[in-house]
Nanobody, 119 residues
């Protein structure tokens, strides 16, 4: 089982930036794809961005051009740089690790970190 430890959430004003980090412990196979999902109360969890060990990425349309996902394979850590944040980005952000490069939720999850964008 993969353990995921997230950090970096918080309160930021619209237009501001935040950087999320997630350290993963687990096998190379089970952490082939690392990513971030987000969820607001009453809604289902949605993909924000994911990155494969080989560097292939996928982003939600709503964050393209504003968010950048990256990973350090040596540290088995994934990062999400979030710029030009909007109030609608407010959610709990969950780190995710899985084998396959698919947008469907699955695999292992972190505990979640709150991101609030508000003036």
């Amino acid at each position: 089982q993969v353990q995921l430890v997230e950090s970096g959430g918080g309160l930021v004003q619209p237009g501001g930036s935040l950087r999320l980090s997630c350290a993963a412990s687990g096998s190379i196979l089970s952490t082939n794809v690392l990513g971030w999902y987000r969820q607001v109360p009453g809604n289902s969890r949605e993909l924000v961005a994911m990155i494969a060990r080989a560097g292939i990425t996928n982003y939600a349309d709503s964050v393209k051009g504003r968010f950048t996902i990256s990973r350090d394979n040596a540290k088995n850590t994934v990062y999400l740089q979030m710029n030009s944040l909007k109030p609608e980005d407010t959610a709990i952000y969950y780190c995710n690790a899985k084998v396959g490069f698919t947008v469907f939720p699955g695999g292992d999850w972190g505990q979640g970190t709150q991101v609030t964008v508000s003036s």
